[in-house]
């Protein structure tokens, strides 16, 4: 096994329900730590930075109205295999196929207010960690 980090964003519907704890008990259930976090409103132009792999979909522009509706909170998450253990604790993309106890089978709202985001790969953990946190923001 690797120890290894992930990015977490608690998206603003959850934010904005208050279940930022509940989330984050189910993350810590499953064996991630949580290293770093931050709750911080993205500008627009922070949303499309980092959504820019999308910026050919058409689904862009309502993500990025979204992502900027209301706070989120961004999260350093360590353990073992780290990004493939936390795409599982996320569940599905569309909450009504995610598992029970999933973090989107218990707390997304659709679809698209899925209330969580994390890194699909190694590579784009590192970036996405650095978009959002210093080396010294991080802790072990």
């Known amino acids: 096994m690797a120890l290894e980090r992930t990015l977490s964003?608690?998206?603003p519907d959850a934010t904005r329900r208050n279940v930022t704890g509940g989330i984050n008990a189910v993350i810590?259930?499953?064996?991630?730590?949580?290293?770093?976090?931050?709750?911080?409103?993205?500008?627009?132009?922070?949303?499309?930075a980092f959504y820019a792999v999308h910026a050919e979909r058409p689904f862009y522009n309502d993500l990025v109205q979204f992502m900027v509706s209301g706070p989120v909170v961004v999260q350093?998450?360590?353990a073992d295999n780290a990004v493939l253990k936390y795409r599982d604790v996320m569940g599905a993309t569309n909450p009504a196929n995610?598992?029970?106890?999933?973090?989107?089978?218990?707390?997304a709202e659709s679809i698209e207010?899925?209330?969580?985001?994390?890194s699909d790969s190694l590579e784009n953990a590192a970036i996405e960690i650095a978009f959002f946190f210093s080396g010294c923001e991080i802790t072990g």
């Open 76 to 78: 350093v998450l360590e």
């Open 28 to 48: 810590e259930k499953s064996g991630l730590r949580i290293v770093a976090q931050k709750r911080i409103q993205l500008t627009e132009n922070q949303a499309k």
């Open 98 to 107: 995610a598992d029970a106890g999933t973090i989107r089978a218990e707390f």
């Open 113 to 118: 207010a899925n209330s969580v985001h994390g």
């Open 9 to 11: 964003i608690i998206k």
